[in-house]
């Protein structure tokens, strides 16, 4: 079957498949082009409150398929540029759920998710120094802001994979989960996000990624909401809120 990225949407969760199991799941030029497509189509489904994003099998991404990369290097790395960049844009929550490798293009991928979790054993690497690319601007700054500047330099000028607890210790990832119990934490986790408040989290998502300009915006929104008198109510009659706001589905 020819590599591609497959998904499916249950209760409320749109989880993204990476599919290349020859190739470790590595990313061909096709499967960056369709990663905005998607994910406009994913964020307009008004069904869909979460993303996650994982690799098939035992493999989360080992990069790009540099097999199947044709033309010049600025060109390959402008299509997984624009990739991560709708990414990061997605409107709603979004976690990457990691086994085994995820090595350069794919650690640009986790990067671009809300939030990563690995399970144990899984190995992590940032490698242009090995094929001599330089890494884009927004890709260094959104490492550095996940780990600090001497991980990622240290990630960046070595190309050296790092284990799960290091990420852990350094901010690459946010939990790690024992073998087997990846895709359990990841359901009870998600589940927990799609019955919380789309309001808060898309507000918090826009200023935890620096935006400055919507404090008023999102104050209106809020407003005219009502979720917060219902989170209020529902706390107060133990019961869980049902909020009405959702993230707009175009413009």
Same mark, same amino acid.
């Given at each position: 079957?020819?590599?591609?990225?497959?998904?499916?949407?249950?209760?409320?969760?749109?989880?993204?498949?990476?599919?290349?199991?020859?190739?470790?799941?590595?990313?061909?030029?096709?499967?960056?082009?369709?990663?905005?497509?998607?994910?406009?189509?994913?964020?307009?489904?008004?069904?869909?409150?979460?993303?996650?994003?994982?690799?098939?099998?035992?493999?989360?991404?080992?990069?790009?398929?540099?097999?199947?990369?044709?033309?010049?290097?600025?060109?390959?790395?402008?299509?997984?540029?624009?990739?991560?960049?709708?990414?990061?844009?997605?409107?709603?929550?979004?976690?990457?759920?990691?086994?085994?490798?995820?090595?350069?293009?794919?650690?640009?991928?986790?990067?671009?998710?809300?939030?990563?979790?690995?399970?144990? /054993?899984?190995?992590?690497? *940032?490698? +242009?120094?090995?094929?001599?690319?330089?890494?884009? $601007?927004?890709? &260094? =700054?959104? !490492? @550095?802001?996940?780990?600090?500047?001497?991980?990622?330099?240290?990630?960046?000028?070595?190309?050296?994979?790092?284990?799960?607890?290091?990420?852990?210790?350094? /901010?690459?990832?946010?939990? *790690?989960? +024992?073998?087997?119990?990846?895709?359990?934490?990841? $359901?009870?986790? &998600? =589940?927990? !996000? @799609?019955?919380?408040?789309?309001?808060?989290?898309?507000?918090?998502?826009?200023?935890?990624?620096?935006?400055?300009?919507?404090?008023?915006?999102?104050?209106?929104?809020?407003?005219?909401?009502?979720?917060?008198?219902?989170?209020?109510?529902?706390?107060?009659?133990?019961?869980?809120?049902?909020?009405?706001?959702?993230?707009?589905?175009?413009?």
């Amino acid at each position: 079957m020819e590599p591609q990225l497959e998904y499916r949407v249950t209760d409320s969760v749109a989880t993204v498949v990476i599919r290349h199991p020859e190739k470790r799941n590595a990313m061909t030029a096709a499967m960056w082009r369709s990663v905005p497509t998607l994910l406009e189509e994913l964020a307009r489904d008004p069904a869909v409150r979460a993303l996650v994003l994982t690799g098939e099998g035992r493999t989360f991404c080992a990069g790009a398929d540099i097999s199947r990369l044709r033309g010049s290097p600025e060109e390959a790395q402008g299509l997984a540029v624009r990739a991560e960049e709708a990414l990061a844009a997605f409107p709603k929550p979004t976690l990457a759920a990691i086994r085994g490798h995820c090595v350069g293009g794919g650690a640009q991928l986790a990067a671009a998710c809300d939030l990563r979790f690995a399970e144990e /054993g899984s190995l992590f690497g *940032v490698t +242009p120094a090995k094929l001599g690319i330089v890494y884009p $601007a927004s890709s &260094t =700054r959104r !490492l @550095v802001s996940l780990v600090g500047p001497a991980t990622a330099k240290y990630l960046l000028f070595s190309g050296e994979l790092v284990d799960a607890q290091r990420a852990l210790r350094t /901010g690459l990832v946010d939990e *790690v989960l +024992p073998e087997g119990e990846l895709g359990k934490r990841v $359901a009870e986790f &998600t =589940r927990v !996000l @799609v019955s919380r408040s789309q309001l808060t989290q898309a507000a918090a998502k826009e200023f935890a990624d620096g935006r400055t300009d919507r404090d008023a915006h999102w104050t209106g929104q809020a407003r005219a909401s009502g979720d917060t008198a219902e989170g209020v109510a529902a706390f107060l009659e133990r019961r869980q809120p049902r909020f009405g706001w959702s993230v707009p589905t175009s413009g």
